[in-house]
Every structure is written in C-alpha cells, then in structure tokens.
C-alpha cells in the first residue's frame, strides 16, 4: 500500500560559519562573527582562563613579570570575541558589552545575559542558531558576479562558471513554466558535488532544483518509494528507517541529490550491483520543449536510457520511483593482502555471495602494491540503536588532521598503512545498512581549498584485468608523482542499456582521491597523466567516468563511450536548439548545422 507524504530538505548553515566548521577554537576565541550558545559560552571562558593561567605563570618564571603583558591583547581580544557571539545568539550587537560600565547592575546584567539567558532556535541578523539541528554538507546557492549574473561552481572550486540568472522552483509546474516560456541555454544543478563543470554553462539559465525535494509516494510493503529528483539521499533514509528499509543503490556519501545521482549513474560499494540504473523503476522527465514524460525500461525506453547516466542531455529529471530492500545488521571483516592475490581472493570470498552488503579494496600508495580488503557481511546479531542513521558533525578536526598527517607529514603513507589503519580496525564494527551507507562528504573537507583541493577520478577495467590496470595506473602516479591520499576498488555488475554506461559488462571502480593545486601550471599537468591513465583503462578494456574533471579528448571520450553517437542523435532531435547545456556537452557534442531556407 503506498503512502502519500511530503518531506522538505533542512537548511544548511555551513555558509554562515565557515570558521565554525573548519577551524572550531579559532572561530570559538579570534572571531565575531556567528552565535554560540551558552554552553559553549561557558567552555570557551573556561579554556580562555585556564590557558591564561598557564601561560601567565609559565612566562612569569621563565621570563619575568614584564613577559606576562604579552598575554593581555589576546586575553582581551578572545574574552572580547566569545561574549560578541553569545549575545549574538540573543540577537543582540556586541555593543551590550557596554553594559558592564554601569555601575554594579550593568555587570549583573550582562552575566545574566552571558551565562543565563538562553537563545533561540531560529535564524537572526547574526547567523543561523547554533541550536538548530545539524545537517549534512551542503553547497552554496551561487554567488553573485562582480558585474552581472551568478557564479556556479563545484565542490573543488576549480570550475567556477558565470551563468546568467537562478532559478529555484518549488514545483513541477514551476520548472515546466520556466522551461517552456524562456529561450536560450539552460543548465541544471542539485547538489553540485560534480568536480568538472557538469551542472553549468557559461551564460546559461541555471536551474537549482534541490527544493523539489518531497517525497511523492512510499510503499513499506511493496519496498519502493517516489520521490522529487531535488531531494536527498539522506533526506530519503530518514523517511524509510523507520519501517526498517534501505536505498538499494546510492553513493557512499548521502549529501548528493537523486537528480544528480542518476544523471551521473552513480554507484556505490555494493558487492553485486552496481550502477544505479539497476535500481530505478521508471522517471518523470521534462524534456526541453517543456513537455512532461514518463519514461522506464519498457516505456519510452530511449528517454530512460538517454537519461540515467547521460548528464541532462535531453531531459530534465523531475520524478524517479526507487527499488528499496530491507536495513540490515552489518559487521565488517577486513583483510590485508598482496595486490596480485586480490582478484583470487575477490571470486573466492566475496563475489557471489548475498550475505555481501557492502565491499571495497584500498590500494596502499606509494607503491600500490598492497590492498586491503574491507567488507560488511549481513549478520543475524543486533546493532546499538544509535548505530542506525549516521550521527552527523559540525566539524571533523580529527579527519581533517589524519589527512593532512597522512599527506604532509614524514611517513605519513607509512603511519597510515601500518599504524593508523590497523588501529582503527581493533574495534569490531557492526552496525546498520543505513549507517554505513549514510557518511557525510564533510568528513572530506579540508580547511580551504584556495590553494590545493582534493580531487576525485575514476576508472572502470573488466574484472578479470584487474591486475593489468593496477600495474599501469601504479606506474603512471609513481611517473608524475601525483599526491594520491587512496585507490578504492568497488565491484558493480553490468548496465541494462544506458547511452553512456561506463560498466558494458562486470567491472571494478578504480576511484582514485588526489591532491592538487589550483594554479594554471598544475592543472595542465594534472590533465597530462589524468589522459595518461584513460589511455591506460582503454587499453585494458575499460573505461572512465565523466563527472569528474573533462580532460579527455574527443577521441578518448567516444573510445570509452561508443554509445554517446546514439545520445547524440537523440540530442539532435529532442534539443534541436541546444538548450540543455553543461561544461560536458559544451566540449564533447557538436549540435548539427542547420541550413537556411
């Protein structure tokens, strides 16, 4: 029996606290800008008295009394910053601080306001509430240009795009007015979590779609659910744990939209699955005329085909209705082993068998010659309660640490491999379906991106050349030295037929996660073995995936998607005008020329 039910996504407040978020005792002490609440109101005088004591006293007899009047600025400025953003939170300036001129009230006051008052769940002049439930990372709503339109861009800040205007409709309707009653290029976004320009065109009308988001139908029993391609992954587990069910494929990371997962075909690390297309039982598409369509596997094929995985080439995803299974109870057994034994140990101990939830091999760089095997076996044992949904964070000091020791540091690659890693997987984990498949991409996020960013690739090579693929990939890395922090191996089984299916049979994903820095230099050079390596998968039989950054050639391109001519031709007849635009089509389809009359 389905159930009508509408579910809006929460707001995000990471644009208004980048400082909170990223560097947590510098925002708490050296700014003023945001809210705390009084508990940590109440931490930060005590860490700002305590510190103050230790370092006065260390100073005092190590210095002299004189040394002792280097700590007051700081004293001054952090007790100064913290008590600006408790009165923030009351919705009150900094200037109140003033109140503690006036004789004996004014200081009672204030401490009453300080320490006492309690502030309120809702947004202000000065911020979000800090109160207000914590969410999973969101992308900014475009920023405006210097002189005219909005700049669009990705989650590594390497492609920011000027688009001309923002459309956010809340509707169908809305979206199927707009598109019907404007001309010109259009372009469409979600989540934005791409890394290459896939949700944007250069002067373009940009249509954000992340508030059409509810959930349109769900049936517990049948186990499927329809929803807006606007909503997310975690928005969607929140609705279906309840009745004790699961998404069937999505990404390791829940913060994506349904829109942009199926526009890129995205996979996960489920042992048996694979593409996301194999989860999808029909859509709802807008197509660039405005008209609505429904399309599956055995109605109106070519636009279900055309669609999943084809980056909106011909249609806008509006509606998708979604297989669901049952949440179960997971434990995990890993295995450290020779990379040349992994495709023996794969067949022999994980492929075939059901009771394999979730799996993925992590590649240890420099050398790239060990992996280790990490699986989630369902199990008939229990699970904590609190190990159903993932908790989420504000911030993730101890990741953001562990990423750059690994990286920066002297043997970090070495710590990671032989310390770090064995350390963590002492502790037996076992838990449920829906919390090792709801991470936040948060965890990932390092302090700033102005200087170097982390990048995701990936590449796709038959399963049974495994081996073939790693010893080239290792080679190119070891050759340009690129930073690489991890090489993850996830296994998916074969596309039904999408236009541009990366796994035309069973395949390993090689996803690769590297470092990068943002200058023009850099970017040639990380395009030169970035086509190195879609060489590398073409030569094994493989393929790459295209939502990262477009380095290919239009050669390599058509080489690992022989499929796109058919796309193409589907493109020339449903988008005569060229409407649908992103960086993707921009580079690789060439519309066909129109004779005059």
């Known amino acids: 029996m389905a159930t009508d039910a509408g579910l809006s996504s929460p707001c995000n407040n990471g644009t208004t606290d980048w400082f909170r978020n990223q560097l947590p005792v510098t925002y708490l002490l050296f700014t003023t800008r945001g809210r705390i609440t009084r508990s940590e109101y109440a931490h930060a005088t005590v860490l700002i008295v305590c510190t103050f004591y230790v370092l006065y006293t260390a100073l005092y007899h190590t210095a002299g009394a004189w040394s002792t009047w280097l700590l007051y600025p700081l004293l001054y400025w952090s007790a100064w910053a913290s008590a600006c953003k408790r009165l923030h939170d009351l919705n009150r300036s900094g200037w109140w601080l003033l109140a503690a001129l006036v004789p004996l009230f004014g200081p009672l006051y204030l401490a009453f306001l300080l320490f006492l008052r309690r502030g309120r769940r809702l947004d202000n002049r000065f911020g979000s509430s800090p109160l207000a439930p914590i969410d999973y990372r969101k992308n900014d709503d475009g920023i405006p240009h210097a002189t005219e339109g909005w700049v669009i861009n990705d989650v590594t800040q390497l492609n920011p795009i000027t688009v001309a205007r923002i459309e956010r409709p809340e509707t169908v309707e809305d979206l199927a007015r707009i598109v019907a009653s404007t001309q010109g290029p259009i372009s469409v976004g979600g989540g934005r979590f791409s890394m290459g320009g896939q949700t944007a065109s250069p002067g373009s009308l940009h249509l954000d779609l992340r508030k059409l988001n509810r959930v349109i139908s769900f049936s517990p029993v049948e186990k499927w659910i329809r929803v807006q391609a606007g909503i997310r992954w975690c928005d969607i587990q929140r609705h279906v744990d309840p009745h004790n069910l699961s998404v069937k494929i999505m990404q390791t990371y829940a913060n994506f939209t349904v829109g942009g997962a199926l526009s890129v075909n995205c996979h996960g690390r489920y042992v048996g699955l694979g593409p996301v297309i194999l989860s999808v039982r029909n859509l709802r598409v807008l197509l660039p005329d405005g008209t609505l369509i429904n399309a599956s596997r055995t109605e ?4 279900f085909f055309g669609t999943i995985g084809c980056y909106a080439a011909i249609g806008i995803i509006v509606e998708a209705e979604l297989d669901l299974v049952d949440n179960v109870v997971v434990s995990l057994v890993q295995r450290k082993l020779p990379r040349r034994d992994y495709l023996a140990f794969f067949g022999e101990n994980i492929r075939g068998r059901p009771e394999a939830i979730f ?3 992590d590649m240890y760089p420099p050398e790239f010659t060990r992996v280790r095997s990490v699986t989630y076996f369902a199990t008939s044992g229990s699970a904590p309660a609190d190990k159903r949904l993932m908790p989420l964070r504000q911030s993730y000091p101890a990741h953001r640490y562990l990423l750059w020791s690994v990286m920066e ?21 076992v838990h449920w379906r829906n919390y090792e498949a709801g991470y936040d991409i948060m965890e990932l996020e390092p302090a700033s991106r102005s200087k170097n960013t982390w990048v995701l690739l990936e590449y796709f090579v038959p399963v049974g050349r495994f081996e073939e693929f790693s010893a080239r990939m290792a080679g190119i890395f070891q050759r340009h030295r690129v930073k690489v922090l991890n090489v993850s191996v996830r296994h998916a089984m074969t596309d039904p037929g999408s236009y541009l299916a990366w796994a035309r049979e069973e395949v390993f994903a090689f996803v690769v996660y590297y470092k990068q820095k943002t200058d023009a230099v850099e970017r040639g050079r990380v395009a030169v073995w970035t086509r190195e390596l879609i060489d ?32 193409f031709a589907l493109k020339a007849r449903l988008d005569p005008q060229f409407r649908l635009r992103n960086v993707l089509w921009d580079k690789y389809y060439s519309p066909p020329a129109t004779t005059s009359p």
């Open 300 to 303: 109106n094929a070519e636009i």
């Open 359 to 361: 799996h993925n091999a």
């Open 409 to 429: 540091a002297p043997f970090g690659a070495w710590r990671r491999e032989h310390i770090i890693e064995p350390l963590l997987y002492l502790r037996p984990q």
């Open 536 to 567: 590398a998968a073409l030569a094994s039989g493989g393929s790459y995936y295209l939502p990262y950054q477009p380095h290919a050639t239009a050669e390599q391109f058509h080489r690992a998607y022989p499929d796109a001519r058919k796309l």
